[in-house]
Structures are given as C-alpha cells and as structure tokens.
C-alpha cells in the first residue's frame, strides 16, 4: 500500500488511541505544512492537536447521533472547502474520528452512501479526507462496508474498491479482488454507489481488478436487471468474458481495456 498520507480521501482503522494519536498529529501536520486548513473532528477536543490545527465536534460538524443526510454533508464540506480557499489555504484537510457516525443500520447505510458521494467531490476538489474508525467499536462488518468504497485504506476488510468515476457521471471504478470474501459485500457496495446510467448503461472501469469470480459476476447481472441496464465491464481479465457466456449474463458486456 502506498504511504496513506500523499492520498485524497482514506479509511484508517485504529485499535488503540494511541495509534490514532500518532497518525492523526502526522496527517494534519503535513496538511499545514502544505498550507491546507487543518480539521479534527471528534467527539471532544483531544488536548494534542498540533499548533493551528482546529478541533470541530462531530455534533456541529455531521450532527452525530441521527443517520447523516448525504447530500447535505457533501455541500457542507464543499462550504467548508471554499470558506478555507478565501481564508487563504491551498484547501481542507479532515480527519475525522466517525466510529460514532455508524452505530445503528440506519446510521451505516447513510454514512456509507455520503462517502460514496463525497468521495467524488474530494477526487476533483482542494479538499482530502481521513475517515478513521475504532475497529472493536465499529466492527467488521461497518469498518468492511465503509473501507470498501475508498481509494485507500488499512483495513484487511476489504479487498476491493467500488467507487463513482468523478469525471463519469455513468461509471464506476472497481479495482483489487472480488472472490468468495467479496460475496457479503460487493452487492451492498453497489447498491450505495449510484452512478447515472447514460444510454442505458453503466460503464465498470475494471482496469485495476486483478481477480472476479462467478459470484461477483451474479451480482452484477442480478444489479443490472434491477436498475434496468447493461452493465459494461471493461476489463484485461480473460475470465469475466468466460463467465459471461458459461453463465449466461444477458445483462454483462465485456470490454477488453488496453
């Protein structure tokens, strides 16, 4: 894994607080290094924020208690990025404590559908992101569910990535490995990230998927049926053309990506 700092928006799982300490005082000094707003947000003021780095509650900053309204949250930060561009900063740098954003399903699901949403922002803004959560506290179903939809990430949860191409309204980005662990959680991620289908397709750029199997296709031909689409799957993979036929998903076109 490349050094999770230099990366726009990325999960971090913790076990102690003294792992979050350290990465948390290393990731908002590099971001005031580079002239950036520096943000911690927690439930309370840690007491070892490096010297201009601001602490923001989680209360005023995704009103923590209540399931997160996405879209809201994403203009917030879009807000926030602005207000920093005419403070004077190269941009906004968050990291966020969020194990209390996903105590509840209802909670997940809409925390996990804001990062879908704000991770296209932050692709294509002056804006990067840590999303920390406690693994005991959370647990491994959300800290999977969560990990799964950013560019970058810690966690062994997750061994693939699904997220909205920023630039492509109608695409989507998948990379890593969709075998038999992926099974629980692949369709839950597709369901949270929702790409636009242009033309009656959704374009799946795969050109960063190292291994599909049966099941993951299954998948996406039972989330094509049900959005009513055919699915492209650009990718080098010689197997997912192999399980299209032998299977025989009607919904799945195969693209061979250069």
């Not at 943000?39 to 070892?48: E, Q, T, V």
């Not at 492509?168 to 991620?189: H, I, Q, R």
Request: proline share 4%; aromatic share 8%.
């Amino acid at each position: 894994m490349r050094n999770l700092a230099t990366d726009q928006h990325i999960c971090w799982t913790y076990d102690d607080p003294g792992q979050l300490h350290a990465y948390a005082r290393s990731y908002l000094d590099a971001g005031l290094a580079a002239g950036q707003r520096a943000w911690f947000a927690g439930l309370a003021d840690p007491g070892w924020l490096p010297e201009g780095a601001e602490f923001v509650s989680l209360e005023s900053t995704y009103a923590a208690g209540v399931a997160v309204d996405p879209k809201a949250q994403v203009a917030a930060y879009a807000a926030a990025t602005e207000a920093a561009l005419a403070a004077g900063h190269t941009g906004l740098r968050v990291f966020a404590d969020c194990t209390a954003l996903v105590r509840t399903d209802s909670e997940l699901d809409a925390f996990a559908r804001y990062e879908a949403l704000v991770d296209r922002f932050i692709a294509v803004a002056p804006m990067q992101a840590v999303c920390a959560l406690h693994r005991a506290e959370a647990g491994a179903r959300a800290v999977g569910e969560l990990a799964c939809l950013h560019p970058r990430t810690n966690a062994a949860e997750a061994r693939f990535t699904l997220r909205g191409d920023p630039h492509a309204p109608g695409a989507v980005l998948v990379s890593g490995e969709l075998d038999s662990a992926a099974d629980l959680l692949f369709p839950v991620a597709l369901d949270r990230v929702e790409p636009h289908p242009e033309h009656g397709q959704i374009i799946f750029d795969a050109h960063g998927l190292q291994f599909v199997d049966h099941r993951a296709m299954l998948h996406l031909q039972r989330y094509a049926e049900r959005r009513d689409v055919t699915v492209v799957l650009r990718t080098s993979l010689t197997t997912a053309a192999h399980l299209v036929e032998l299977l025989r998903l009607t919904r799945i076109w195969i693209e061979a990506a250069g």
